[in-house]
């Protein structure tokens, strides 16, 4: 039934007595499960309805979210989940991945004294409701005679598509991997987010009109000018690089820690991390990677070269892997990869103290002479971030810090060209949900050019 | 510890909790298990009238998810056979020596059939009779129930009927179905009932369904009004009470009153006692979650008289009355005013919109550093630290009217207290200051006149 590999043993302090790990097992389900009708009753009538509420204030998207919970409480779904729409296209993806405790749960009034509203599990369940059942919230807007070309569909560009689809413009919608949906399809745990949510997501935006080319990549210069050509206006949502290198021996039998959460979504009975595993770094992704390694097995320890306090990952998210029996090892940083016949043996570590602040504020750390040690391992997973976006610089887009520089309005240095999601964003303020509300803001600008007057260069 | 013990028109029992004449004490079993919880007594399920009951007899009142916030009901009196019945409050009787047995009565209105209910009720050594004139429905349309209790002229034969043939304390229960209670509740007096009880069940259709368009309890696709008990009516069984027991008719008779309609707590029930109620009675409460109720009831209302420095029920029973008026007499010159604490307040705002939407526009929101702010969000703004530069509501007080409004959507215990201020004017109420400027009472330009004199400002 289980596919643990023979002469494995339950790792230790596990959170799940006998996980199921074909791939539509037990270990890889989303970590909560759907609300009932009565728990999201319950739920609903419990929040206070406040008015000009925190909550909303503390969205990135601005849901109204009094409204669509007191739908909830009085039975009208379909109001509830277009109340969410209309305001986050994406409403689905970010009622799982938002970090909700750093959002709208943690302006909540009832955190205070007890335990706030769950915003994000409610909003999950109305928005779950119709796409479940394929119900489309939105119609195509009256054809304007303008056309966007949208690049990247990942959250801020199926939320560009979708706006600019709402207000009637002719939408192209580009991606260059073989399914749409971006990080919310390739990068998020399938624990966080099934992949059939961000292709309801996917299918919601088609319905809509917008035509959905997968297996297209833009790559040059000369493809914006085309591009540019044939349309009024380009969103730009590139999203960000790979993992970086390292620059340490060995590094070639490192794992890139976003590939191995893509082959974990697509099929997670198929990774392989061996008894014991190493992640490096401590963010979300990094704690991403290790569950999944720690789900299909083995013993995983954290590799980080501060301390839990400069860790970037949430709070919550640090807890949630403790909870899954994930080890952290603090003020370490990797310096070879050892293997033989080609396979890993161990990471070669020296110990780390903390320095004076660096750019980052945080403080530094500094190699402490001698103190070199081996951790043995059979799989190295590096989650140390994801490079800038390299091809901003190919298109001749002015950058800032290395980011993709941009307005207010979202617009880039160039003509009718507008950019947003990660690839504008520097680094700990990029997330699905604020990639949501730059897909708006570009949407409301680009449709007030269009419709004002743009000159066709 | 207080003594709870009662002695209610001559029926003794060791606490005031008695079950209603309902569905929980249909049965000799039953009254049994609700003895050994402590109840204090039980009126039995009304006997009499040979009857059928229908199945789907219950819809319950759902707010927000709190279930039974009132019940309705279309079941009938007993349909168990008579003899049964009596049986059984002859070996409940025995059994249970120190406990108020009561028997509720209904039966067509004839001399003759009261006589024989009451001679077999006599024999069961029960402790008294209640009249049951209050059943809404089934029972009226034969002349029963509420059809006497409406129409005071039956409600005091037949009760003259039945207090002229027992030796019983015969206690007579009202229909709150009427728009004057002190009518049917003088007419009981008249034919010499002993005391009286109140209130029944209210005339109601609980709901419709939105799907098969049906109205609920559906009896096989059909539906009728039914009789509206349960919390949401409290209120109205208060009122009822405290009409009773501010006429000087009631008053003068002696009788005492057995108040019922919404008792869940002891908090309820202490409240009946203040408008002088010195038994009550409950049913949907022991419905919605059996006789254990009573044990935290009973432990309750004692700690509660231990605090207040009460001895017994008779120490407290009617304090409440004489705060009772009419709104002739009330303080003209009284001036209230909400005060918010800013130290409970969680800014739901709920005050704010309450006020602004339906009130007199007198709450603002101020931000941290004192300035006057409207609601609203920069968009550019996010993340859970938004809460912590909320603004705050702050009332503007020469504008508040002490409406209470605010006081009472706040959901944070004692936050908006509504505070007394000295309005500057002499006392005067509305009695007085007609008597004394009728012209107030016709012409606005009179009321303004006054108005301007007493330096009254209606924004």
Redesign the interface.
């Known amino acids: 039934m289980t596919s643990i590999p023979s002469g494995s043993s339950s790792p230790p302090d596990s959170a799940f007595s006998s996980p199921d790990l074909s791939s539509s097992g037990s270990a890889w389900q989303e970590l909560l499960p759907p609300m009932t009708e009565h728990e999201a009753?319950?739920e609903a009538?419990r929040c206070?309805?406040?008015?000009?509420?925190?909550c909303?204030?503390?969205?990135?998207t601005?849901i109204d979210i009094p409204t669509f919970i007191r739908k909830i409480?009085t039975g009208n779904l379909r109001g509830s989940a277009r109340v969410i729409l209309e305001s986050n296209f994406l409403g689905g993806t970010c009622a799982r991945v938002c970090p909700v405790?750093?959002?709208c749960?943690?302006?909540?009034?009832?955190g205070?004294d007890h335990k706030p509203i769950q915003i994000g599990r409610l909003q999950r369940y109305a928005v779950d409701h119709v796409q479940e059942r394929g119900l489309q919230m939105f119609a195509p807007g009256t054809p304007t005679g303008k056309k966007v070309a949208v690049v990247g569909s990942g959250p801020a560009g199926i939320s560009a598509a979708a706006e600019l689809a709402k207000q009637g413009h002719a939408v192209t919608l580009l991606e260059k991997r073989e399914l749409a949906g971006g990080l919310s399809t390739y990068g998020i745990i399938s624990l966080r987010e099934p992949i059939e949510v961000a292709q309801r997501e996917v299918d919601a935006v088609r319905a809509l009109g917008v035509d959905v080319q997968t297996g297209h990549e833009l790559s040059g210069a000369a493809e914006l000018g085309i591009l540019l050509n044939e349309h009024h206006a380009v969103f730009l949502a590139l999203g960000l690089g790979a993992v970086p290198a390292m620059g340490i021996p060995g590094e070639e039998h490192v794992l890139d820690g976003l590939d191995f959460i893509e082959q974990a979504k697509l099929n997670p009975a198929s990774i392989q991390p061996g008894h014991k595993a190493i992640v490096i770094g401590a963010g979300n992704t990094a704690i991403d990677a290790a569950t999944m390694a720690r789900r299909a097995g083995a013993d995983v320890n954290m590799v980080y070269r501060r301390t839990e306090r400069e860790m970037t990952a949430y709070r919550h998210e640090y807890e949630f892997a403790l909870h899954e029996g994930i080890h952290f090892t603090f003020l370490t940083q990797p310096i070879e990869v050892l293997s033989k016949h080609g396979k890993v043996t161990g990471l070669r570590c020296v110990k780390m103290a903390l320095g004076a602040p660096d750019a980052s504020g945080r403080a530094r750390p500094e190699p402490v002479k001698g103190s070199e040690f081996v951790i043995e391992c059979d799989t190295v997973i590096k989650a140390i971030g994801q490079e800038k976006p390299a091809l901003a610089e190919v298109l001749g887009l002015e950058l800032e810090g290395g980011y993709i520089k941009v307005n207010?309005d979202l617009q880039t240095s160039l003509p009718r060209v507008w950019a947003g999601g990660d690839g504008v964003r520097v680094r700990g303020s990029a997330s699905t949900v604020m990639a949501v509300q730059d897909g708006k803001i570009a949407a409301a600008s680009i449709g007030a050019a269009l419709m004002t007057d743009v000159p066709a260069d | 510890m207080a003594d709870l013990s009662i002695n209610f028109a001559g029926i003794r029992a060791p606490n005031p909790f008695w079950l209603a004449s309902a569905p929980p004490t249909n049965s000799g079993l039953q009254i049994n298990r609700a003895f050994e919880h402590g109840w204090g007594g039980a009126v039995w399920k009304t006997i009499g009238a040979p009857v059928l009951n229908i199945s789907n007899r219950y819809s319950g009142l759902s707010i927000?998810?709190?279930r039974l916030l009132a019940i309705n009901n279309v079941e009938l009196i007993s349909d168990r056979p008579l003899d049964v019945n009596l049986r059984e409050i002859a070996e409940v009787k025995r059994l249970w020596p120190d406990r108020a047995v009561i028997v509720s009565a209904m039966v067509d209105a004839d001399p003759q059939a009261w006589r024989d209910i009451v001679m077999m009720i006599e024999d069961t050594g029960a402790d008294g009779i209640e009249l049951n004139y209050g059943c809404p429905q089934g029972m009226s349309e034969r002349g029963m129930g509420a059809a006497v209790g409406q129409v005071p002229e039956m409600c005091e034969l037949n009760t003259h009927w039945v207090t002229s043939v027992t030796r019983l304390p015969v206690i007579v229960k009202l229909t709150p179905n009427i728009t004057h209670i002190i009518e049917p509740a003088h007419a009981g007096i008249a034919g010499g009932a002993h005391a009286l009880s109140l209130i029944n069940t209210i005339n109601s259709i609980m709901k419709v369904d939105l799907d098969t368009f049906q109205i609920t309890p559906n009896i096989g696709g059909r539906g009728t009004h039914g009789g509206y008990a349960g919390p949401a009516v409290k209120p109205i069984a208060l009122n009822m009470l405290t009409e009773l027991m501010t006429d000087p008719g009631v008053l003068r008779s002696g009788v005492p009153v057995c108040g019922m309609g919404g008792i869940v707590t002891w908090r309820d029930a202490a409240e009946f006692m203040l408008l002088g109620a010195t038994a009550v009675q409950v049913c949907t409460a022991a419905m919605h979650y059996g006789y254990r109720i009573v044990e935290d009831m009973i432990d309750g209302l004692s700690n509660w008289m231990d605090d207040k420095g009460f001895a017994t029920i008779y120490d407290f029973a009617g304090k409440s009355l004489p705060q009772v008026s009419t709104f002739g007499q009330l303080d003209l010159s009284y001036q209230a005013v909400a005060r918010i604490n800013p130290d409970k307040c969680?800014?739901?705002?709920?005050c704010?919109?309450a006020c602004n939407d339906t009130a007199h526009q007198c709450i603002d929101l101020y931000s941290a550093d004192g300035i006057r702010v409207d609601?609203?969000?920069d968009?550019?703004?996010?993340?859970?630290?938004?809460?912590d530069s909320?603004p705050v509501p702050v009332v503007r007080e020469p504008d508040c009217v002490g409406c209470a409004l605010c006081a009472n959507v706040c959901?944070v215990d004692n936050c908006i207290e509504m505070v007394s201020v000295p309005s500057g004017r002499e006392s005067v109420t509305w009695d007085e200051l007609t008597a004394a400027r009728p012209a107030v009472t016709q012409s606005w330009a009179a009321m303004e006149a006054y108005r301007a004199e007493a330096g009254i400002e209606i924004h």
Do not use: K, T
């Open positions: 009753s319950v009538n206070l309805y406040c008015y000009d509420a925190p909303l204030h503390a969205c990135p601005h409480g405790q750093e959002l749960e943690g302006a909540c009034v009832l205070a207010d | 927000g998810g709190q969680i800014q739901c705002n709920l704010y919109v609601p609203g969000f968009p550019r703004m996010n993340g859970r630290q938004v809460a909320r959901p």
